[in-house]
């Protein structure tokens, strides 16, 4: 699997940043953007940039709910701003979409893409990361039902195997 680099998606410079060390990343944590699948990284950049006055896009990397394209956001230890209090513990990952009662709003592409993303995380921790929704650490209905049931249940992937992980 290939992520698009935040030049390819056209990203805005970040106006700061910090860097977290490995050793400090424990938390791989699932988010939603709650908007639609057609709602582009730049737009959730812009969005969190102007709106909510942060340095950058929240997240670390970013999946289209669909297509199971992933982003590039903040990185793997580029400090996010996904949840607060819990940054640097946690590495946040948003699904571009909504998570619909009684709908499965995430393809299996997207998911597919997100385990590929937690084995690569885990693989350069040197070992496995808790998995986690925003709603185990912030007052949040975020990820959403369905995502965050996925993600308690170990990310399981119906019918067929994820690629093996690039070594980083």
């Given at each position: 699997?290939?992520?698009?680099?935040?030049?390819?998606?056209?990203?805005?410079?970040?106006?700061?940043?910090?860097?977290?060390?490995?050793?400090?990343?424990?938390?791989?944590?699932?988010?939603?953007?709650?908007?639609?699948?057609?709602?582009?990284?730049?737009?959730?950049?812009?969005?969190?940039?102007?709106?909510?006055?942060?340095?950058?896009?929240?997240?670390?990397?970013?999946?289209?709910?669909?297509?199971?394209?992933?982003?590039?956001?903040?990185?793997?230890?580029?400090?996010?701003?996904?949840?607060?209090?819990?940054?640097?513990?946690?590495?946040?990952?948003?699904?571009?979409g909504k998570d619909q009662p009684g709908r499965q709003d995430v393809s299996d592409a997207a998911r597919r893409a997100f385990k590929w993303l937690y084995e690569q995380a885990n693989d350069r921790k040197g070992k496995r990361l808790q998995l986690l929704g925003h709603r185990d650490r912030g007052n949040t209905s975020?990820?959403?039902?369905?995502?965050?049931?996925?993600?308690?249940?170990?990310?399981?992937?119906?019918?067929?195997?994820?690629?093996?992980?690039?070594?980083?």
């Amino acid at each position: 699997m290939d992520i698009i680099s935040r030049a390819e998606w056209g990203a805005r410079p970040p106006e700061s940043r910090s860097t977290v060390s490995w050793s400090k990343r424990t938390v791989f944590m699932g988010h939603y953007s709650a908007a639609s699948a057609t709602q582009t990284p730049r737009q959730i950049q812009d969005y969190h940039m102007r709106v909510k006055g942060w340095s950058d896009i929240g997240y670390n990397f970013l999946i289209n709910s669909i297509s199971g394209v992933i982003y590039e956001g903040r990185g793997w230890t580029t400090l996010g701003a996904h949840c607060s209090g819990h940054n640097t513990e946690a590495i946040g990952v948003c699904i571009i979409g909504k998570d619909q009662p009684g709908r499965q709003d995430v393809s299996d592409a997207a998911r597919r893409a997100f385990k590929w993303l937690y084995e690569q995380a885990n693989d350069r921790k040197g070992k496995r990361l808790q998995l986690l929704g925003h709603r185990d650490r912030g007052n949040t209905s975020c990820p959403g039902d369905e995502i965050y049931t996925w993600l308690h249940a170990g990310l399981p992937i119906v019918g067929g195997s994820t690629p093996a992980p690039a070594k980083p």
